[in-house]
């Protein structure tokens, strides 16, 4: 048993109330630039976008997106009762805009040899969603 072992089981996972409008908004092609403008608190909207630019080579602008969606749903978790740590399950689609930000976010900063940020956005990947870790990574 590890010394740091929370023997009452840890927080309860956080699931982000359904925001369906975005999400419906993207699967139907509606470009993800669009969708962030109208939906600004969109973490998918803004991963989408961190997605599209790494994909295209702009690695600047993917970390920048992946940033925005990241802190946009680090909010969005506050709201929802997250005290900093506990699960946030991938299984749960409301909450797959947050991970897929944090994995941009990780991915762009490995890129740019920023180490530290990524270790770190890795392991809270990790520790947020053993699921989201394997299927995103």
């Avoid at 309860?12 to 999400?23: A, I």
């Avoid at 680090?74 to 009762?81: F, K, N, Q």
Wanted: include cysteine; proline fraction near 9%.
């Amino acid at each position: 048993m590890s010394i740091h072992e929370n023997l009452l089981g840890g927080p309860p996972p956080t699931h982000l109330p359904d925001d369906p409008e975005p999400r419906e908004l993207l699967a139907n092609g509606t470009a993800p630039a669009d969708v962030a403008a109208k939906y600004p608190t969109s973490s998918l909207a803004w991963a989408q976008l961190a997605d599209e630019a790494f994909e295209g080579g702009r690695v600047i602008e993917s970390y920048a997106y992946a940033r925005t969606g990241y802190h946009r749903g680090l909010d969005a978790l506050r709201r929802a009762g997250w005290k900093g740590h506990g699960p946030v399950p991938f299984e749960h689609e409301p909450n797959r805009g947050f991970l897929r930000a944090l994995h941009a976010l990780a991915r762009a900063a490995q890129s740019i040899g920023e180490q530290e940020e990524y270790e770190r956005c890795s392991t809270f990947l990790r520790d947020s969603s053993p699921t989201a870790a394997e299927i995103l990574g």
